[in-house]
C-alpha cells in the first residue's frame, strides 16, 4: 500500500554509473507518495559519464518519475552536488517544474527549520585536491561492486539484512572515522550559526540521524549502497528508513523498508 509522508529526502542517487541502486530504489518510489520532494545533490554522477557512458532504461524511469511527481503538484527541488556540480551554473532555474537551487530551508510541518545542503564544501580533500577525491571515488566504486559480490552471496545462504563492505571500511579506518565526524560536526554548526533547528544533507554515503550540539543532524545516505531515504511525516516527524531487497531464499520478492532512526530513539 502507497503511503503518503509530507517530504521525502533523497541524494546520491549516482545516476549514469553501474553502481546505481535504481530498481530498488524504483520499489522504494512505489512505496511513497510526497507533498515535497528534496534531491540533495549528487543525482547525476557527471565524473563517472565522462569517463564512460552508463544509462539503461531504469535510469530515464527514475528521471520521468521525479518529472511525473513536479508535474502532478509535487513541490521537487534540486541542490547539485559535486558530482552533478555542472548544474551549479543554472541554479535558481525551473527544469520542467524542478526548481534548481544551491540550498534550501525547509520548515518541517511541527515549525522546525533544516537547513538543506548537499556537503561537499565541507569536504576539504574535495573542495581542495580533486584528484584525490576522483581517485577515492574509483576506489569506493570498486568495494561497492566488490561487495555486489558479498550480497548475492548472503542472499544465496538466505541471510537477511543489510551488511556493507564500504560501510564498514568507512567506520572502521581511523581516519574515515575522523573525517565523518569533522564533516558532521562542520555542517551542524553551520546550521546552528544560522538559528536553524536541523541539517540535512548527503555526499559522504553515510546515513545518520543525531543530535549534534543541540541541533538535528540528518544525513540522507546513498542509493548505490546503503538504499536509504530520509522521509517527513505529516505531523512534521523525521525518520531515517532504508530499502531492503528481498532474500532470495525467501517469497517476499516485493523487498520492504527498514526504520533505521527517529528523533526520538536520538
Known sequence: MTRHVRALFLSDIHLGTRACQADHLLAFLKEYECDHLFLVGDIIDFWAMSRAVYWPASHNTIVQKVLKKARHNTKV???PGNHDELLREHVDSNFGDVHLVREHVHT??????????????????????RWVSILGDISYTFLIHLNRGL??????????????????????VLQAVS??????????????????????????HTAAMRNIE???????????????????????RME???????????????????????????
Not at 179 to 189: G, K, L, W, Y
Not at 221 to 236: L, Y
Not at 244 to 264: F, I, W, Y
Open 151 to 172: 550480497s548475492w552471496l548472503r542472499r544465496k545462504l538466505g541471510v537477511s539484512g543489510h551488511w556493507s563492505l564500504a560501510d564498514y571500511a568507512k567506520r572502521n
Open 214 to 236: 543541540n541541533i538535528t543532524y540528518i544525513n540522507c545516505g546513498d542509493w548505490v549502497d546503503s538504499c536509504t531515504a530520509v522521509v517527513e511525516h505529516q505531523d512534521g
Open 179 to 204: 573525517f565523518i565526524s569533522d564533516f558532521e560536526t562542520a555542517v551542524a554548526r553551520t546550521a546552528a550559526q544560522r538559528g536553524l533547528d536541523g541539517v540535512i544533507c548527503g555526499h559522504i
Open 108 to 129: 518541517a510541518a511541527d515549525g522546525k527549520k533544516y537547513l538543506l545542503l548537499h556537503g561537499d564544501e565541507y569536504d576539504q580533500i574535495t573542495a581542495l585536491h
Open 240 to 266: 531515517l528508513l532504508r530499502w531492503e531487497p528481498p532474500v532470495a531464499a525467501a517469497n517476499d520478492e516485493q523487498g520492504k523498508v527498514v526504520r533505521l532512526h527517529t528523533p526520538d530513539a536520538a
Open 77 to 79: 527541488f534540486l541542490i
